[in-house]
């Protein structure tokens, strides 16, 4: 379908009217591509393939940016001076008690070197039914030990049980036994995940330690073989 606006006036700060804000708010919520550059894209296609999840759409707006794509890329930036890349991408289900499948999903993996800037549009765990998004990134922030840690990771799970249903709002879903399920499932996720943060951030803690190490004896033997040095400090 075609949805078309005419004549619309613009009022002050109008999200709705800024193509820019538009794109990547329909990056994130909606079932369109990934980038025909992105080098995960066919893997984590074929499992959504696997797993039921329909087709992307192709979606233009008038910004003159061609098709808008999925709001991952390979690379991002983590400082002005430096980027990093994903590395890895993960799939797992989870099914409740009965052996039903709740909902199944991919993780991509990468140095973890700290929080995602939320103007990437890009971080979070999160939840989709028919592959259109329902909240936003932080829907499942809580299911972590320390909340600030869900804008470390991206990915997305779909939900595939259909007693889990989103609530009139779409910014959470009905709370019900397959849903708390679910959560509790998340749960050892983000639990995975977060020991895996703190894993790769003390690994870079022993490594600055080890650099700082080897640049104090460097400095110490360049200094051992001036003759000013006291042969005592030798």
Same mark, same amino acid.
């Given at each position: +379908?075609?949805?078309?606006?005419? /004549? ?15 794109? @990547? ?28 999840? =329909?087709?992307?759409? @192709? ?14 890329? #390979? ?5 002005? #001076? ?12 989870? /099914? %409740? $008690? ?15 070197? !700290?929080? +995602? @800037?939320?103007?990437?549009?890009? *971080? ?5 039914? !028919? ?13 972590? /030990?320390?909340?600030? +840690? ?5 990915? %997305? ?5 259909? =007693?889990?249903?989103? #609530? !009139? ?7 019900? !036994? ?16 977060? *020991? ?12 600055? /330690? ?13 200094? $051992? ?10």
């Amino acid at each position: +379908f075609e949805v078309e606006l005419c /004549k619309v006036v613009r009022i002050k700060n109008d999200v709705l009217m800024n193509e820019s804000a538009v794109r @990547s708010y329909l990056s994130q919520v909606v079932p369109v591509p990934f980038s025909r550059d992105f080098k995960f894209a066919d893997e984590i296609n074929t499992w959504l393939f696997d797993h039921g999840v =329909k087709q992307p759409v @192709s979606i233009e707006i008038n910004d003159g940016d061609g098709l808008i794509l999925n709001r991952v890329t #390979n690379s991002f930036p983590i400082s002005q #001076n430096a980027t990093d890349e994903f590395r890895e991408v993960e799939f797992f289900e989870h /099914k %409740d $008690s009965d052996g039903v499948l709740l909902a199944s999903g991919w993780i991509l993996h990468h140095a973890y070197c !700290g929080a +995602f @800037s939320r103007k990437l549009g890009m *971080a979070g765990l999160r939840l989709r039914v !028919g592959d259109i998004q329902v909240g936003d990134e932080t829907i499942t922030a809580g299911l972590f /030990k320390e909340s600030r +840690f869900s804008s470390w990771v991206v990915g %997305d799970i779909h939900i595939h049980h259909k =007693k889990i249903v989103p #609530n !009139g709002r779409r910014d959470d879903f009905e709370q019900n !036994g397959k849903y708390a399920e679910l959560q509790d499932e998340l749960k050892l996720l983000a639990t995975r995940l977060t *020991a895996l943060i703190r894993q790769r951030s003390n690994q870079r803690v022993r490594l600055r /330690k080890t650099h700082q190490q080897l640049t104090n004896a460097s400095a110490w033997f360049e200094a $051992s073989r001036s003759p000013r040095m006291p042969a005592l400090v030798k």
